[in-house]
C-alpha cells in the first residue's frame, strides 16, 4: 500500500496528489523593492516538480508600513509585486502543485524595512534576545512603539488587500502567519501583550487580531475554494522553548476562536513534532486542533521519517505533512517516500551564512548536491 502521506486528500473542492505541503522558510533573495524574482520561480516550481501538493511560499509583507520584517524580503503591495507573483503561481500550479501564499506581519521582529526606521507592535516590549544574523540582522531587537487602534486597522486592510491580491495573482490560497513570534504572535502571547482594550488580557481577546484577520479576508473573499490557511506555533523564533502558559485549555480556545479557517498548520518552532507536541491533557497539538475545529489540519517539525509521518497521519494526529528544511534537501522529497529512497540529511551550510537563495546555489555548486 501507498504511504498514508501519498493518499490523495481533498481541500474544500480541490483535489491533491498527495498529502505533502512545503513549509513557508525565508529566502530574502527577492529585489530591492519586494518584488520576487525569476530565480524564485525556479526555486518554488522545484517543489512541485518534486511532487509535493501544496506549495507554501516564504512569508510576504503586507503593507507598506510596518509589516516588512527583513530587507529583499518579497511583499505583495504593489501592482509590480502581484504580477510577478502571478508568474510564480503559473509556475508552480503546471509542474502540478496548489500555490499558497503565507501572509506575514513582522511586528516588533523587524530588522530591515524598506518604509519605516521604527518597529511596531502590541505595546512598547523589547522583543528577547538578539536580531537573527542569518536573515541580515545584529545586536539586540528595538523597543516597537506600541500600536494604536489605528495601525490595527491598517495592519487588517493590509491582510485582506493582500489576500486579494494573492488571489488576482492566481494562488490557490493564502496562509495568516499567526506563528513564530510575528506580529499576530506576538499579540496571542502575554509577555509582549500588555494591552488593555479589546486586544489585550484575556486569551480570547488576545487571539482576536488573528481572527478579525481572518473573518476579514473571508468577507472580501467569500469563495470557499479560495483557502484561508492560519499558521500557528507555540516557540518562536527568538523563543524557542516557549509554549502556552495554560496548555491544552488554551489551545483549545485559540483553535476555537479560529474556526473560520480553511485549515491550521501547527509549526514546530525550535522542536520536532514528536518532540513537541504532546500536550498536558494527553492529546497532541495536532490532533486537538483537528478534534476542536473539524478542519484540517497540516503537522510541522521534523516529519522526514517516513514511520513517523505515516503514523501522524494514519493515528489521526494531522491530515497533512509540512516539510521545511528537509524539502530544503530534499525538494523531490514525495519521489523518493514512494520509491523507499532515504532522503538526504539536511546540511545546515545551506542557510549560512545567509538564507538566500545565492547562497543555497554557492552550497550546491560546491558539493553537487540537487538539493533546491
Same mark, same amino acid.
Given at each position: 500500500?501507498?504511504?498514508?502521506?501519498?493518499?490523495? !486528500?481533498?481541500?474544500?473542492?480541490?483535489?491533491?496528489?498527495?498529502?505533502? *505541503?512545503?513549509?513557508?522558510?525565508?529566502?530574502?533573495?527577492?529585489?530591492?523593492?519586494?518584488?520576487?524574482?525569476?530565480?524564485?520561480?525556479?526555486? $518554488?516550481? *522545484?517543489?512541485?516538480?518534486?511532487?509535493?501538493?501544496?506549495?507554501?511560499?516564504?512569508?510576504?509583507?503586507?503593507?507598506?508600513?510596518?509589516?516588512?520584517?527583513?530587507?529583499?524580503?518579497?511583499?505583495?503591495?504593489?501592482?509590480?509585486? #502581484?504580477?510577478?507573483?502571478?508568474?510564480?503561481?503559473?509556475?508552480?500550479?503546471?509542474?502540478?502543485?496548489?500555490?499558497?501564499?503565507?501572509?506575514?506581519?513582522?511586528?516588533?521582529?523587524?530588522?530591515?524595512?524598506? $518604509?519605516?526606521?521604527?518597529?511596531?507592535?502590541?505595546?512598547? &516590549?523589547?522583543?528577547?534576545?538578539?536580531?537573527?544574523?542569518?536573515?541580515?540582522?545584529?545586536?539586540?531587537?528595538? &523597543?516597537?512603539?506600541?500600536?494604536?487602534?489605528?495601525?490595527?486597522?491598517?495592519?487588517?486592510?493590509?491582510?485582506?488587500?493582500?489576500?486579494?491580491?494573492?488571489?488576482?495573482?492566481?494562488?490557490?490560497?493564502?496562509?495568516?502567519?499567526?506563528?513564530?513570534?510575528?506580529?499576530?504572535?506576538?499579540?496571542? #502571547?502575554?509577555?509582549?501583550?500588555?494591552?488593555?482594550?479589546? !486586544?489585550?488580557?484575556? &486569551?480570547?481577546?488576545? &487571539?482576536?487580531?488573528? *481572527?478579525?484577520?481572518?473573518?476579514?479576508?473571508?468577507?472580501?473573499?467569500?469563495?470557499?475554494?479560495?483557502?484561508?490557511?492560519?499558521?500557528?506555533?507555540?516557540?518562536?523564533?527568538?523563543?524557542?522553548?516557549?509554549?502556552?502558559?495554560?496548555?491544552?485549555?488554551?489551545?483549545?480556545?485559540? !483553535?476555537?476562536?479560529?474556526?473560520?479557517?480553511?485549515?491550521?498548520?501547527?509549526?514546530?518552532?525550535?522542536?520536532?513534532?514528536?518532540?513537541?507536541?504532546?500536550?498536558?491533557?494527553?492529546?497532541?497539538?495536532?490532533?486537538?486542533?483537528?478534534?476542536?475545529?473539524?478542519?484540517?489540519?497540516?503537522?510541522?517539525?521534523?516529519?522526514?521519517?517516513?514511520?513517523?509521518?505515516?503514523?501522524?497521519?494514519?493515528?489521526?494526529?494531522?491530515?497533512?505533512?509540512?516539510?521545511?528544511?528537509? *524539502?530544503?534537501?530534499?525538494?523531490?522529497?514525495?519521489?523518493?517516500?514512494?520509491?523507499?529512497?532515504?532522503? #538526504?540529511? !539536511?546540511?545546515?551550510?545551506?542557510?549560512?551564512?545567509?538564507?538566500?537563495?545565492?547562497?543555497?546555489?554557492?552550497?550546491? #555548486?560546491?558539493?553537487?548536491?540537487?538539493?533546491?
Amino acid at each position: 500500500m501507498a504511504h498514508p502521506a501519498l493518499q490523495p !486528500f481533498t481541500l474544500e473542492a480541490t483535489t491533491l496528489p498527495n498529502r505533502l *505541503a512545503v513549509a513557508p522558510m525565508t529566502r530574502i533573495s527577492a529585489e530591492d523593492d519586494g518584488t520576487p524574482t525569476t530565480e524564485m520561480a525556479d526555486y $518554488y516550481a *522545484a517543489y512541485a516538480e518534486g511532487g509535493f501538493g501544496i506549495v507554501i511560499t516564504e512569508g510576504v509583507y503586507t503593507d507598506a508600513f510596518y509589516s516588512q520584517g527583513y530587507f529583499n524580503q518579497p511583499g505583495i503591495v504593489t501592482d509590480r509585486h #502581484t504580477k510577478a507573483w502571478g508568474e510564480i503561481s503559473d509556475a508552480v500550479r503546471q509542474a502540478g502543485a496548489q500555490p499558497v501564499m503565507q501572509l506575514m506581519h513582522a511586528g516588533a521582529l523587524s530588522q530591515g524595512n524598506r $518604509y519605516r526606521r521604527c518597529t511596531a507592535g502590541p505595546s512598547a &516590549v523589547r522583543p528577547l534576545r538578539a536580531m537573527m544574523e542569518a536573515y541580515g540582522g545584529s545586536g539586540p531587537w528595538p &523597543v516597537p512603539k506600541a500600536m494604536s487602534l489605528n495601525d490595527i486597522e491598517r495592519v487588517v486592510a493590509g491582510f485582506v488587500d493582500s489576500a486579494v491580491a494573492a488571489r488576482a495573482a492566481g494562488f490557490t490560497g493564502v496562509e495568516v502567519h499567526s506563528a513564530n513570534g510575528y506580529l499576530l504572535d506576538q499579540f496571542l #502571547t502575554p509577555y509582549t501583550n500588555t494591552r488593555t482594550d479589546e !486586544f489585550g488580557g484575556s &486569551v480570547t481577546h488576545r &487571539v482576536r487580531l488573528t *481572527a478579525t484577520v481572518v473573518e476579514a479576508i473571508r468577507a472580501a473573499v467569500p469563495d470557499p475554494g479560495f483557502w484561508v490557511g492560519v499558521r500557528l506555533s507555540q516557540g518562536k523564533v527568538n523563543d524557542h522553548t516557549y509554549r502556552w502558559e495554560h496548555g491544552a485549555e488554551e489551545a483549545a480556545l485559540i !483553535f476555537a476562536t479560529l474556526n473560520a479557517a480553511t485549515y491550521l498548520h501547527i509549526a514546530g518552532e525550535g522542536s520536532g513534532w514528536e518532540e513537541g507536541a504532546l500536550l498536558d491533557n494527553g492529546e497532541t497539538i495536532t490532533a486537538l486542533a483537528r478534534r476542536v475545529t473539524q478542519k484540517p489540519v497540516i503537522a510541522n517539525g521534523d516529519l522526514a521519517d517516513a514511520d513517523l509521518a505515516a503514523r501522524v497521519v494514519r493515528d489521526g494526529h494531522a491530515d497533512l505533512i509540512s516539510l521545511g528544511r528537509s *524539502a530544503l534537501a530534499n525538494p523531490d522529497y514525495p519521489t523518493k517516500l514512494a520509491r523507499g529512497t532515504a532522503p #538526504t540529511a !539536511f546540511d545546515p551550510a545551506m542557510l549560512t551564512p545567509k538564507v538566500t537563495l545565492a547562497n543555497a546555489a554557492r552550497w550546491k #555548486t560546491r558539493t553537487g548536491t540537487c538539493a533546491v
